[in-house]
């Protein structure tokens, strides 16, 4: 794929208001203890997400990633980012209830620092390539302005009745 988006005859608007967790519940099929997005700030059609993932002490992981040094655990940082770059996709899918977006691959991710209790991941998403049936993605979570984690993820659309068969990781 290369790093091109697919081209629309109209131009694509942002959308101002974002979305709480009751607009993303109806578009992520994600749920407790899962959903790792909490808020979109700002959305812009088949270009850009920004979202807020509000990291507590009852986080699950917690309890043993580690004890005495909680640190969320940074595959799911990258979740949070794929789940992001899916949420922004699956806003222009018709059939959203038919279809799983699901990684096909994670590239050049790098932490570059603790996430903890108390924190904010800010994750911003941007769209490198996008057909209607796999996409590219680069995203970084900051917390405080600093980069926490980054990296490129890829995705497709697959039937969820065959979500499970081909290999692929649900984003």
Same mark, same amino acid.
């Given at each position: 794929?290369?790093?091109?988006?697919?081209?629309?005859?109209?131009?694509?608007?942002?959308?101002?208001?974002?979305?709480?967790?009751?607009?993303?519940?109806?578009?992520?099929?994600?749920?407790?203890?899962?959903?790792?997005?909490?808020?979109?700030?700002?959305?812009?059609?088949?270009?850009?997400?920004?979202?807020?993932?509000?990291?507590?002490?009852?986080?699950?992981?917690?309890?043993?990633?580690?004890?005495?040094?909680?640190?969320?655990?940074?595959?799911?940082?990258?979740?949070?980012?794929?789940?992001?770059? =899916?949420?922004? $996709?699956?806003? /222009? !899918?018709?059939? @959203?209830?038919?279809?799983?977006?699901?990684?096909?691959?994670?590239? *050049? %991710?790098?932490?570059?620092?603790?996430?903890?209790? =108390?924190?904010? $991941?800010?994750? /911003? !998403?941007?769209? @490198?390539?996008?057909?209607?049936?796999?996409?590219?993605?680069?995203? *970084? %979570?900051?917390?405080?302005?600093?980069?926490?984690?980054?990296?490129?993820?890829?995705?497709?659309?697959?039937? @969820?009745?065959?979500?499970?068969?081909?290999?692929?990781?649900?984003?």
């Amino acid at each position: 794929m290369t790093d091109t988006t697919q081209i629309t005859p109209e131009e694509p608007e942002p959308v101002k208001t974002g979305m709480e967790i009751g607009d993303i519940f109806k578009i992520l099929p994600h749920r407790y203890p899962f959903l790792l997005i909490d808020r979109v700030l700002e959305l812009v059609r088949m270009k850009s997400i920004i979202a807020l993932k509000n990291v507590t002490i009852t986080e699950p992981f917690f309890q043993g990633h580690f004890p005495e040094k909680p640190i969320m655990p940074g595959v799911l940082i990258v979740e949070a980012i794929a789940q992001a770059g =899916g949420l922004l $996709l699956l806003t /222009e !899918v018709p059939n @959203r209830d038919e279809m799983l977006m699901v990684f096909t691959g994670i590239e *050049k %991710a790098r932490f570059r620092r603790p996430v903890g209790p =108390g924190d904010q $991941l800010r994750i /911003e !998403v941007v769209v @490198r390539a996008w057909r209607m049936t796999a996409a590219r993605l680069e995203g *970084k %979570a900051y917390v405080d302005g600093k980069v926490a984690a980054e990296a490129t993820v890829t995705c497709r659309l697959v039937p @969820r009745a065959m979500s499970g068969t081909d290999g692929a990781e649900e984003t």
